[in-house]
Structures are given as C-alpha cells and as structure tokens.
C-alpha cells in the first residue's frame, strides 16, 4: 500500500541520531531559532550504541563524547581501580541514557526537534517508516544534514568477512557475555579496540591467556590513555610533546617510535612496528594484560575458518576442534574521500578538530547557525579524516590542527569552544592557570610551526 506524504514542519532534516547527529542538533538549537526533524532507522537515538556489545565503555573520557550543551558524566574523575584519577568512562548504558535524557529535556520537552525512529531517508526530501510505511516529505528549503556519512559498521550488525564451514561456531563480540558453556579455546579475530576490549573481558573472567588466540593481521598504534584527558595542561602538553617528536622525525616510523618515548603512543609487542593508527586510547594496565596474550596470529585476513583450522592469506594455523571464533572483524570507522562539509545538496559531517567527531558536530552546528554564507563556513571548518595507517595519521593532525588555527581565530568562536567540554584543547575562562599549563603553551607555539611541516612532509610519503 502507498501512503500519502505528511508534510514535516522543519528548517532541517538530521538523517541520523547517533552522536555527531545529536551533537549537531543541540549546537544548532541552542544558538538560533530552527524547527529540526531527527530521523534515525533504529528504535532510539544513540546510533551504533544501540548494537554495541554489552561490556563496551568509551575509549576516551565521558567529557569529551556527547553534545556540547550537556556534560556526560558530570566531568568526575575514576575513585577506584586501575584508572584512579583519570576521567571517567562511559558505559554503554550510561551513553544510552544520556542520549535518551538529551533527547527528551532538550529537544522534545521543548518542541524544537521532532524524532522519527525506525525511519529511513528515501531521498529526494522524503522519509519512510520501516514500521508503518508512512511517508514523510519536508519542505524544498529545509536543509539536509547527513550525519551517517561516517557511520560505523559493528561486529553485531556485519557478517562475519570470510567463510564459515559447518561445525564451526562464530559469533560476534556482542554474544561472549551470553555464552553458558566455555569452549577450550577462543579464537579472538580483529586487530582494533574491539578486540582488545574482548581479550581484556576474557582474561578479566578468569579465562586464562594460553586459551585465547588472537587473529591480528595489523598490529596497532595507540594512545596512552593517560595524556588524553579534559586538563588543558595535560591535553596541550601531549599536543606539544607530539609536534615536537614530528619536527625531529626522520620517518614515519621514526615519529612513532618518538611518540611512543615520550609516553603519548603505545604497541602490544615492542618487537613489532605497527602499521595501523586509529589510535584510540589504551591504558597502560591494559596493556600488560593484553601482553599476556601470546598466541598471536599474524597471517593477514582470514579467508575461512573450519572444524580445527583457520586459512589465512598467508597460510593456515591449527586450532581446537571446540574453539569458539569472536567475530570482532568489522570495518569500525568509515574512510570515505573528505567532502566539503556544506555542499550543494547537504551539509555533511565530518571531524574538524583531529579526532574527537563529537566536538566536530557541534562545531559545525554552531557555524551553521551563527553564519550565513556556506562558503564563510567551509572555510572555517575544513573537514579532517579519521587516522587508520601511519601516514593517515600525520594527514589527520595536520588537517586537524590547520582547522583549530582557522575556527580558533574567530573570537566569537574561540569564546564558545572554550566552554564546551567536547573540545580537548579547551582553556575554560575560570580555570586558574598553572606553570604547567604555562609551560605547555609555550612549547606548543615553539613547535606548532616546524611540527606541522615536517608532519605534512610524512603525510605524503
């Protein structure tokens, strides 16, 4: 049955409600008066959150992920454990109510945002319903925010990327907390933070490290966890740190090694240079567990996996008849070409600072309404990629850091992003100073010039 097409009442159509696509929407609403349709092809607003596994937190600091008008978690420091006096990190629960409430006090309560779930944007100004099959249509001058461009893909949402024979049992990462028999053996299949994640769950449940084998075709960089926190002093003297190990860099190589010195980039295996750098945070004590782990698989990608036996593209490794494979193979992040943000037919969101896409929404949310002209806007805020190999990487922070030069030299700019959380190189206009603090700022203006050069040098090679 064809339906009708109901007229929206908006100034702007979101096509999706994950983070960025919240983040932009609470920006835009808090500094211009606008009617937004949120529209997300999932029951709720969270995007991926709503398919992740149940024992995720984020990588990152509560206080930098979410929407610049409401602070997630309330900027508390950990009292326990081994991240004691780091940041708090959200858990997946905690990311899902905190979007809901956001949803709810900040945009319905007031009538500002209009929220269509488990619909999907068909084109050409309409929306249908999965559900009921509604059709909704929205007016020709009512702007098109993509905000799924960069969407990732997760392990409960993919099939797993090579061939499964008969006998074999694969599940996805999501399904580890609802297993009621233990195998003998886990088969743990993924290079990123998904994995990591799973062989600290396992090893965190008693399983012991010569029961796990790790499938890891790339091995990672990462961030020490440690160095990227909400304190300016600290934050900005990671920044200053990095560009001073890029202006001394003989290779890329070398700058990783460098960084990995001064304490801001972590490997598993010292033994072993990697090559990928998507770098999400990892804390130190992670990292001796994940050590423990010795059984690892450096073949490339798996082609199949059978009773007893994974083929790789490099050859083929025995495992135990019972293994359970953990799917945690997924593409992740998204690597499509950069787009100008405000183009012709949409404004497409993407990272602006390096990194940190949460704060990148709101930013362009913030432009989009204090601006008038897109090509003003653009120039502001330049898109930056997400970082996957080494020169990814010095492409992503030198994009990066170029964009804060530009939309930092705004004043009006400047004063906003420095009280919003989001923002990592925030300097909150009640924040006392220090030596510290003081100290990094200086280094980071002795540095800035000659990093980014020789970065943009790296970049390319």
């Known amino acids: 049955m064809t339906h009708a097409a109901h007229p929206l009442d908006a100034d702007y159509l979101v096509v999706g409600a994950g983070a960025m696509g919240m ?56 009292q326990h454990g081994p991240e004691t006096g780091l940041q708090e ?47 909704y249509v929205v007016p020709p001058d009512c702007r098109i925010v993509d905000a799924r461009y960069l969407a990732p ?14 006998g074999v049992r694969v599940i996805p990462v999501n399904d580890l907390a609802r297993l009621s028999e233990a195998p ?30 790790w499938v890891r075709p790339r091995d990672p960089w990462m961030l ?59 804390a130190t004590w992670e990292l001796e567990q994940l050590r423990s782990v010795e059984h690892v698989v450096r073949r490339g990608h798996i082609r199949s996996v ?3 036996r994974i083929e790789l593209e490099g050859g083929s490794v025995e495992v135990a008849a019972d293994a359970l494979v953990v799917h945690c193979a997924a593409a992740g992040l998204k690597y499509p070409p950069m787009v100008p943000i405000w183009g012709p037919s949409a404004i497409t969101l993407q990272p602006i600072r390096a990194g940190f896409p949460c704060f990148g929404a709101a930013l362009a949310g913030y432009v989009e309404a204090t601006r008038e002209d897109d090509a003003e806007r653009n120039r502001l ?26 939309f930092g030299a705004e004043p009006d700019i400047k004063a906003w992003a420095d009280t919003v959380a989001l923002n990592p190189a925030r300097i909150p206009p009640d924040h006392p100073g220090s030596t510290a603090l003081e100290d990094a700022l200086a280094r980071l203006r002795v540095h800035t010039g000659p990093g980014l050069e020789r970065l943009s040098a790296l970049a390319v090679t």
């Not at 006090?105 to 100004?125: H, I, Q, S, T």
């Not at 099939?159 to 499964?164: D, L, Q, R, S, Y």
């Not at 805020?381 to 530009?406: H, I």
Request: with cysteine; proline share 6%.
């Open 153 to 166: 893909d997760i392990p409960e949402e993919t099939p797993p990327p090579f061939e499964v024979a008969g």
């Open 381 to 406: 805020c330049p898109p930056s990629p997400y970082g996957n190999s080494l020169a990814g990487w010095a492409e992503m922070n030198v994009l990066g850091t170029r964009a804060a030069m530009s």
């Open 184 to 213: 003998s053996e886990y088969v743990v299949v993924g290079s990123g933070k998904t994995a990591t994640d799973a062989c600290i769950w396992l090893l965190g449940r008693g399983v012991d490290p010569g029961a796990i084998c």
């Open 306 to 308: 059978r009773p007893g």
């Open 89 to 135: 990190r959200a858990t997946v629960s905690e990311i899902l109510a905190y979007f809901d409430k956001v949803l709810a006090e900040r945009m319905l309560e007031p009538g500002r945002v209009e929220f269509l779930a488990n619909c999907e944007y068909a084109g050409d100004r309409t929306v249908v319903s999965h559900i009921s099959g509604e059709r």
């Open 224 to 282: 020490n966890r440690a160095v990227v926190q909400p304190d300016p002093a600290v934050f900005l003297g990671m920044a200053a740190d990095t560009m001073a190990a890029a202006g001394a860099a003989t290779s890329l190589e070398d700058l990783f090694l460098r960084l990995e010195e001064a304490g801001i980039m972590l490997r598993i295996d010292r033994s072993v240079t990697p090559t990928m750098a998507k770098t999400p945070t990892l």
């Open 23 to 78: 983040a932009f929407t609470d920006a835009l609403i808090d500094h211009t008066d606008v009617r937004v349709a949120l529209v997300d092809r999932r029951h709720g607003v969270g995007g991926h959150w709503l398919g992740a596994y149940p024992f995720v937190r984020l990588h990152q600091a509560s206080a930098f992920y979410g929407v610049a008008s409401t602070l997630m978690g309330g900027g508390r420091l950990q």
